[in-house]
C-alpha cells in the first residue's frame, strides 16, 4: 500500500500543507526542529489513531488555534482509500473513514498499515516490560482488530477486579468479605477469557516475527550477530498454543495467588506482566548492547514485523523511518538503502548525501512548517 497524499491543516507547525508522496522512496529532509518528525505523526495517526509521541491529543493542533484538520489518501490492493481526522481542543477527535463516521477507534485499526521506527522506540529495549507489551499489542492490533478488542475488554476486567480485591480487603467483618469474594469468580472468568485469547496471540506472532528477525539481523550485521527474540509469559507453559490449556493453567495460577491478591489489592497473575526479552550473541542487549547494537535490534524488529504483515496481508505496510541513520555504521546504514525500495518509505533525516537521485526516491525539504518538494 502507499499514501498518494496527505493533507494538514493546523496540525503541529503545519497551517496548510498538501503533500504529494512518491510509490517508493520519501526522503524528508531539514534542519532540526522544523517538522520532519511532525509528517510522519500524522500518517502514523491514520495507522493507529494515536501519535507515538503523545496521549494528548490537543498538543497536535497547532498553537492558539481551536482545531486541527488532517487528511490522508492511500491506495491499498483493493484501490483507493480517503481518511480524516479532526482534532478539536473542547472535544473529542472526529474520524471518518472513506467518508464514514467511525464510533470507536478499533474500528481505524486494519485501515491504514504502518510499521514507525522512531528514535523513541529505544525504549522498548531500556525501558521496563510495558513499552514492550505496546509494541505487541499494537502490531497483532492492526492485523486482528478481534486482539485490539479482546485487550479492551481485558484492561476492563483488570480494572474492576483491582477494585473489587481492594473492596474485600477494606472489609470489617467476615461474612461481608465472604460474600465479596464469592462474586470475584464471575471477574476471574473473564480476566481468563479475554487474558489466554491475548497470550495465545501473543505467543503465535512472536513465533513468526522472531524467525524473520533473526534472519534481518544476520544480514544486517553482516553475519556477526544473532539476534533471538523471546516471549515471557506470565503464565508460562510448554503448550501456549493450546487455548484451553492455557485457560485452565491462568485459572489454576489466579487460585494459587488469590491469598496474595486479596492482601495486595492488585491482580498478580495474567498478560499485563508479560514480557519479551532481547537477546544478541546470548547477550541480553538491555544490559550489553551498545547504543548502535540496540538500535539495529529495533530496526530488525520493524523491518520483521514488515515481513510479517506483508505476509498476512498479501501488501507492505507503509515503513515510517524517523531518524533512522544516526548512530548506524555505513555497512548498516547500506543495508538499509538497499533493502527498502520495494515498499513506500517515508524517511527523516537532517543530511541527504548517503542518497542517490533517482527515480524511485523523492525528497521534500521542510523548513519551519513549509514542505518543498525537490533535492
Ligand atoms: N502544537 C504545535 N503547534 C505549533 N508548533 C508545534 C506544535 N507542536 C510542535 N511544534 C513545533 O514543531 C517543531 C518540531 O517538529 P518536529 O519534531 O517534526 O521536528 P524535526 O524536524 O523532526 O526535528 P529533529 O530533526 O530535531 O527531529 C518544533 O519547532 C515545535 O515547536
Ligand atoms: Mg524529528
Known amino acids: 500500500m502507499y499514501v498518494s497524499n496527505i493533507k494538514l491543516r493546523n496540525y503541529r507547525n503545519y497551517s496548510n500543507a498538501d503533500i504529494n508522496f512518491g510509490k517508493n522512496i520519501n526522503i524528508i529532509y531539514g534542519d532540526n526542529a522544523q517538522g520532519k518528525t511532525n509528517i510522519l505523526e500524522s500518517i502514523y495517526l491514520f495507522a493507529t489513531g494515536k501519535s507515538h509521541r503523545t496521549n494528548k491529543d490537543k498538543e497536535l493542533i497547532k498553537f492558539d488555534h481551536e482545531y486541527a484538520n488532517l487528511k490522508i489518501n492511500f491506495y491499498n490492493k483493493n484501490g483507493l482509500n480517503s481518511g480524516e481526522m479532526i482534532l478539536d481542543q473542547n472535544q473529542k477527535k472526529r474520524i471518518k473513514i472513506n467518508t464514514v463516521p467511525i ?173 519479551i526479552h532481547f537477546v544478541v550473541n546470548n547477550m541480553p542487549v538491555k544490559n550489553y548492547g551498545s547504543q548502535g547494537q540496540q538500535r539495529t535490534v529495533i530496526f530488525s524488529l520493524k523491518m520483521a514485523q514488515m515481513e510479517f504483515m506483508k505476509e498476512d496481508l498479501g501488501e507492505y505496510p507503509v515503513l515510517l523511518l524517523d531518524d533512522i541513520m544516526s548512530e548506524l555504521d555505513h555497512n548498516r546504514q547500506d543495508y538499509i538503502i538497499r533493502n527498502i525500495s520495494d515498499k513506500q518509505v517515508f524517511i527523516t533525516c537532517t543530511d541527504i548525501d548517503r542518497f542517490e537521485k533517482d527515480h524511485n526516491t523523492t525528497f521534500f525539504r521542510i523548513e519551519n512548517g513549509t514542505v518543498f518538494e525537490g533535492g
Do not use: C
Not at 496471540?201 to 533473526?214: C, G, H, S
Not at 515471557?232 to 503448550?239: E, I
Not at 487455548?243 to 485459572?251: E, G, R, S, V, Y
Open 103 to 275: 464510533n470507536r477507534l478499533g474500528e481505524l485499526m486494519g485501515f491504514l498499515n504502518a510499521v514507525l521506527f522512531a528514535p523513541e522506540d529505544l525504549n522498548l529495549i531500556k525501558e521496563g516490560p510495558s513499552q514492550r507489551r505496546r509494541f505487541l499489542d499494537i502490531f497483532i492490533s492492526q492485523l486482528r482488530p478481534n486482539y485490539f478488542y479482546n485487550l479492551q475488554q481485558y484492561i476492563k476486567v483488570l480494572e474492576q477486579r483491582n477494585n473489587l480485591l481492594k473492596t474485600i480487603n477494606l472489609q470489617k467483618s467476615s461474612q461481608s468479605r465472604h460474600m465479596l469474594q464469592d462474586t470475584l469468580s464471575i471477574w476471574d472468568e473473564k480476566l481468563v477469557e479475554h487474558g489466554s485469547n491475548i497470550m495465545l496471540n501473543r505467543t503465535v506472532f512472536i513465533k513468526k516475527l522472531k524467525e524473520y528477525a533473526k534472519k534481518i539481523h544476520l544480514n544486517i550485521t553482516q553475519e556477526m550477530e544473532q539476534l533471538e527474540v523471546e516471549y515471557l509469559p506470565n503464565v508460562k507453559m510448554n503448550h501456549m498454543e493450546d487455548l484451553t490449556a492455557i485457560k485452565d493453567l491462568f485459572q489454576k495460577r489466579l487460585n494459587e495467588k488469590k491469598k496474595k491478591e486479596l492482601n495486595t489489592g492488585v491482580t498478580l497473575i495474567g498478560p499485563h506482566r508479560d514480557d
